[in-house]
């Protein structure tokens, strides 16, 4: 290490030397770098285990991946099994369990992961012998336990669970099974009831099936040298058996005949995630791989995109509109997405679909198209300095029968791409009258005008089509007299509601996995309290008794606020509607709306201090279906809250529901009430 | 017992050995007459280049009533410069393949651009153009200010539990500036002046507080000459001046409930601690990671795996020039009660105080310490930063390559010293997030 002394002493012969330059622009790049690709070793083991070795000795670290070639498989009823065997291998081994196996690997200051189809270890090279042989252990003797699957499955649901939520998880998982199609390994989706069935004899049978070492790769990249590599592969995984993989086979994806336009209804959206996508025929290292990915660049490649100057910033649709190109040996796909305002759901699509004509029909400019060649060249340099992506290139040209020197000359290819060969990509890869435009929204809001992009039709959230959201009319004769006279009729009457002069409800409620107890006692009219605890514990509570209101969580009470007040006397009235006209509420039939499958009649809500709320009633029934509000959140906006109500029974005469879910997105809570009785002489000091 | 010692000497010797061979990083430092420190390490192992300037300015540098000043320049001083059109400073590096960040702490402020080799000179532009004339201007101010103001939006607010850190510095410290995080106060920006703004660019934005480090694949001698035609004729500035306070000990422990938008109650520990890169500094490090260093670790094994308190445990040294803090903190399961947490919190630390640690675990974690530390070496913005930061702090950038040996010297005594010495409750602040309570209406 050279230290400088005398700074000045060194630096005045340097002034007279100075360079010139220009500060008022900037400066022009240096010719371009030379790209130095190492070669990796190859050689194979008896068993037919292809292994690489990258060698590189900047610092004094290993790792080795070990990846199996397969593009994917089927897996039917029992979608997911592949993730979840991949989690499962690295949770214990038949000589130890998690705990010893973490430790482990810890105490080797390394690190071990697992996936469905791959595994791979990294550490300093001083340890890394070890760590080898215990990512060989989790490969060839993992410990498949029962609990640690159940384990599993338990994280893979809760996953589950929260992208239900999610419009863009929902989205993927549509898109992927309509472009790829339900019979295609890449279109199936993972659901609660697939991870449920699956066994852990499926997860042995999907090792000994698939993990063979004749169609698996090990790539070890660091300080190591080629022979040291040999004796580790040849010591940990030379016994590995080879063994007949049936090779999965994948159904020719066809593209829809015409354009249609897919709509997932989500009626709690105040945004539409749309996606315009296609499969598309374009295999890893193929020549037109190259231009292909700077026509998507340009089209929607981060910030600079045409999707992103387009939809964001001249018409600010959005956040953000992004396109992908993902090349495939099977199969490739191409989507083009944003998240878009309700209202503008129809324009964006317009847009997005302007811009896919324009880039197939006009020649992008030179300073577009020199500008994209920069910034992908400059991607690429920055990704050589991690050691992975060396490896990366080394598999992919294996996996791929691409030609060996394909990553050495892919700067020189990228510079020769001129702006025929970028339309000439569009052309052959997106074509606007085949596309699947997929649409995770508010159908009621956003539905009207899309049939202009050819035909309409509707889905689940797994993929499945469904009828039509229908257009329930409310009755027009229906006035908001006639409709709480039909709802109190349905809930048992007035004479029957009249007769109710106290109530206990009790049951449980389950919240995140935890199972809380419910107790809720009324004595009528205005009176209630209802407490939810936990292990005789209570968490929350809530009352109104004789004019005293309470509100406390955890022991805290809660500052009551008007609004609050006139919350816990709307929820001190059995069937609250019996009331409303009395005490001045506002009741506005607005429009109908389906309620879990059924038609419901959407009642617009005022109370006496102007909060409005939604209530949807059953159209036959006339049984309260939902309510739905919609609170501000500070730094959020506006947050939506729904609460179901389902299985009615008939107490004293009138329609009580015994289960409620309320749903605050993140956060459910489902309310089941095994017991209710009414008239048993509560007194109000019994409101405790 | 004295085979067990003699083992972990060789092991911990032979560490040291190895990167004492071959591995180290040759770096060239010297300063302009303008005061501009400048490390160059010179690396072709692939064809980038990173150009990084940190200013040993941040927001313990502020004014009490002008917090966030040094953050808000972070944003400020993308927006232009004489020569660089307002907005055009991102995009000059996204066209040219590259990539563009900064950073903030209590202490100093870090800009860096990662670009493919050949553009080498737009760095040097673009960062010579930051110091010399960044523009300053109402229109700018405006926007970033927005800008910020969502980030507080985006990251403290909005987040859960986002708000500790500030929650817990205002109570960890009485005097010294570290009382405040790098975020600072909105109303403190929405009441500057323009004028403050430029003064404040003018005092600490000067060559003479300032490292220009360059790692990557550059050829050394034409660098030199390249760094002087960018960067010398800027002038001088006056001596920058540090503050000096000495923050009283805490004098008992403080406690706080913060009600926030969470579904999950959570425990906030933070015990104070000493400043950075002393042996304490070194010791306790060690110990973060006996606490929370990976699935195997104290915290992680006993919250979190086997008796299911907590979703996520995790201690976080919070060293700084001056003083510290020692953070630990844990997101309680659904249904469990901050203060059962704490308690088992408070066992895992007592357990820490009582007994030394295993020979086994304390090497574990020595091993876990020189796999970060050689893979923070990974990246020339890595190389770059931590020989800036080094530098900067200690006066000594060759630690990039000497550091390992201080953790290394270590001792399982010297764990259970800091943790008797810092880990008691009068020397800390403990925060409960909980919940807020609102109705949730039926």
Redesign the interface.
């Known amino acids: 290490m050279k230290k400088i002394v005398f700074p000045l002493l060194f630096c005045l012969p340097l002034i007279s030397m100075a360079q010139k330059i220009d500060r008022t622009k900037a400066p022009a790049p240096g010719k371009a770098p030379l790209i130095q690709v190492g070669s990796p070793v190859k050689f194979t083991l008896a068993n037919g285990l292809q292994v690489f070795v990258v060698k590189n000795t900047k610092l004094p670290r290993v790792s080795a991946t070990l990846a199996l070639d397969l593009d994917g498989f089927m897996e039917g009823n029992k979608a997911g099994l592949g993730d979840i065997a991949g989690q499962l291998m690295k949770r214990g081994t038949t000589t130890k369990s998690k705990a010893v196996l973490d430790e482990a690997v810890e105490y080797l200051g390394g690190s071990l992961s697992t996936s469905s189809l791959s595994a791979s270890a990294s550490s300093l090279k001083k340890n890394f012998p070890q760590l080898m042989g215990l990512m060989a252990e989790v490969v060839l003797h993992p410990a498949l336990s029962a609990e640690e699957l159940e384990k599993v499955r338990k994280q893979t649901l809760s996953g589950i669970e929260s992208s239900k939520d999610n419009p863009d998880a929902i989205s993927n998982n549509v898109m992927k099974k309509l472009v790829y199609g339900s019979n295609h390994a890449f279109g199936e989706i993972t659901t609660t009831a697939t991870v449920n069935n699956v066994q852990l004899d499926d997860v042995k049978k999907y090792f000994a099936n698939y993990w063979k070492p004749n169609i698996a790769y090990l790539v070890f990249v660091g300080d190591i040298e080629p022979e040291t590599a040999k004796a580790l592969a040849e010591k940990n995984f030379g016994s590995w058996a080879k063994g007949t993989v049936t090779n999965p086979s994948f159904p020719k994806v066809t593209k829809p005949a015409q354009t249609y336009v897919a709509i997932v209804d989500r009626p709690a959206s105040v945004q539409s995630v749309v996606a315009v996508a296609t499969a598309v025929d374009l295999a890893q290292g193929a020549p037109s791989v190259i231009p292909s990915n700077v026509m998507n660049n340009i089209l929607g490649g981060g910030f600079s995109g045409r999707l992103f100057a387009n939809l964001r910033e001249k018409h600010g649709f959005t956040y953000g509109a992004y396109s992908s190109l993902s090349p495939n040996r099977q199969v490739g796909i191409f989507s083009a997405e944003s998240a878009v305002r309700n209202e503008k759901t129809d324009s964006a699509i317009q847009e997005i679909l302007h811009e896919i004509n324009v880039i197939r029909n006009e020649k992008v400019g030179d300073s577009e198209l020199v500008r994209m060649k920069n910034y992908l060249s400059g991607g690429f340099a920055r990704s050589l300095e991690n050691p992975a992506t060396i490896a990366g290139f080394a598999l992919n040209v294996a996996r791929y029968k691409m030609p060996a020197d394909y990553y050495q000359k892919y700067l020189t290819n990228l510079a020769s791409v001129n702006a025929q060969q970028v339309q000439d990509a569009a052309k052959a890869l997106l074509n606007p009258s085949q596309m699947h435009i997929v649409i995770v929204g508010n159908a009621k809001q956003i539905a009207k005008g899309l049939e202009k992009y050819g035909p309409v039709k509707y889905f689940d959230l797994e993929g499945n089509e469904v009828a039509a959201p229908t257009e329930v009319k409310a009755d027009a004769s229906l006035t908001p007299e006639i409709l709480i006279q039909k709802i109190i009729n349905a809930a048992g009457g007035k004479e029957a509601i009249e007769s109710i002069k106290d109530i206990q409800l009790t049951g449980t409620a389950s919240v995140m996995g935890q199972s809380l107890e419910v107790n809720q006692k009324m004595v009528l009219p205005g009176n209630m309290v209802s407490v939810m605890s936990m292990g005789g514990m209570a968490l929350m509570k809530q009352a109104v008794v004789d004019g005293k209101y309470t509100v406390s969580q955890q022991g805290m009470e809660a500052p009551i606020t008007d609004e609050l007040k006139a919350e816990l006397d709307a929820s001190a009235v059995l069937v609250p509607e019996h009331t409303y006209i009395a005490k001045g509420y506002q009741f506005k039939i607005v429009g109908a709306e389906k309620v879990e499958g059924n038609d419901a009649i959407d009642v617009e809500i005022t109370n006496p201090a102007g909060k409005v709320s939604h209530r949807y009633y059953d159209a036959n029934s006339y049984l309260l279906l939902k309510t739905s509000k919609s609170q501000e959140v500070p730094g959020r906006g506006a947050v939506t809250q729904q609460q179901f109500y389902k299985a009615y029974k008939t107490v004293n005469g009138i329609q009580l529901p015994s289960e409620e879910l309320i749903d605050m997105g993140q956060i459910k809570i489902n309310v089941k009430y095994t017991d209710i009785k009414a008239n048993q002489g509560l007194k109000l000091a019994d409101l405790k | 017992m004295q085979k067990k010692i003699m083992l972990l000497f060789v092991c911990s010797f032979?560490?040291v050995q190895?990167?004492a061979q071959g591995?180290?990083i040759?770096?060239?430092?010297?300063?302009?007459?303008n005061g501009l420190k400048v490390i160059l390490h010179e690396?072709h192992?692939?064809?980038?280049v990173a150009v990084t300037t940190l200013y040993h300015v941040g927001s313990k540098n502020e004014d009490t009533a002008r917090t966030g000043f040094a953050h808000f320049f972070e944003h400020l001083l993308f927006e232009g410069s004489?020569?660089i059109k307002r907005g055009e400073f991102d995009?000059?590096v996204?066209?040219?393949?590259?990539?563009l960040n900064a950073n903030t702490t209590q202490d100093r402020t870090f800009y860096y651009e990662?670009?493919?080799?050949?553009?080498?000179?737009?760095g040097?532009?673009l960062e010579?153009?930051r110091m010399m004339h960044a523009k300053i201007e109402q229109v700018g101010v405006n926007t970033q200010r927005e800008v910020v103001k969502e980030e507080k939006?985006m990251r403290m607010?909005?987040r859960p539990y986002g708000s500790f850190l500030t929650e817990m510095l205002k109570r960890a410290f009485k005097v010294h500036p570290y009382k405040w995080a790098p975020i600072g106060s909105m109303d403190h920006l929405n009441a500057a002046k323009l004028e403050e703004f430029i003064q404040f660019y003018k005092t600490y934005y000067v060559p003479n507080n300032c490292v220009l480090s360059i790692a990557g694949?550059f050829n050394k001698a034409e660098l030199?000459?390249?760094i002087?035609?960018?960067f010398?004729p800027i002038p001088k500035g006056t001596d920058v001046k540090r503050p000096n306070i000495i923050e009283p000990p805490l004098g008992g422990e403080v406690r706080a409930v913060i009600e926030d938008?969470v579904?999950l109650e959570g425990v906030f520990q933070a015990y104070r601690a000493p400043k950075q890169g002393g042996e304490e500094y070194y010791a306790f490090n060690v110990l973060s990671n006996i606490l929370s260093?990976?699935?195997?670790?104290r915290m992680n094994?006993t919250l979190v795996?086997t008796k299911q308190l907590a979703v996520a445990a995790q201690s976080v040294p919070f060293f700084n020039e001056d003083e510290g803090v020692f953070i630990t903190l844990a997101i309680a399961n659904?249904?469990v009660?901050a203060a059962t947490l704490e308690q088992n919190m408070d066992s895992v630390v007592a357990e820490l105080k009582t007994n030394l640690v295993s020979e086994?675990e304390i090497?574990?974690v020595k091993?876990?310490?020189?796999?970060?530390w050689?893979?923070s070496?990974?990246?020339?913005a890595g190389i770059a930063e931590n020989l800036a930061n080094f530098e900067v702090y200690f006066g000594d950038a060759?630690l990039v390559?000497t550091e390992l040996e201080k953790y290394n010297k270590v001792t399982r005594e010297d764990v259970l010293k800091v943790a008797k010495k810092y880990l008691n409750k009068d020397n800390r602040v403990v925060l409960y997030y909980?919940?807020k309570?609102?109705?949730?209406?039926?």
């Open positions: 032979a560490l190895l990167f591995q180290s040759q770096f060239e430092k010297y300063t302009l007459p690396d192992s692939a064809p980038v004489e020569n995009k000059y996204t066209n040219a393949g590259g990539q990662l670009l493919p080799s050949n553009q080498l000179d737009l040097l532009w010579s153009e939006r607010d909005n694949d030199k000459k390249k002087e035609a960018y010398a938008n579904q260093g990976g699935e195997s670790s094994k795996d659904a249904g009660k086994r090497q574990k091993n876990q310490i020189a796999t970060e050689v893979s070496k990974a990246s020339m060759n390559n909980v919940p309570t609102k109705a949730a209406t039926k």
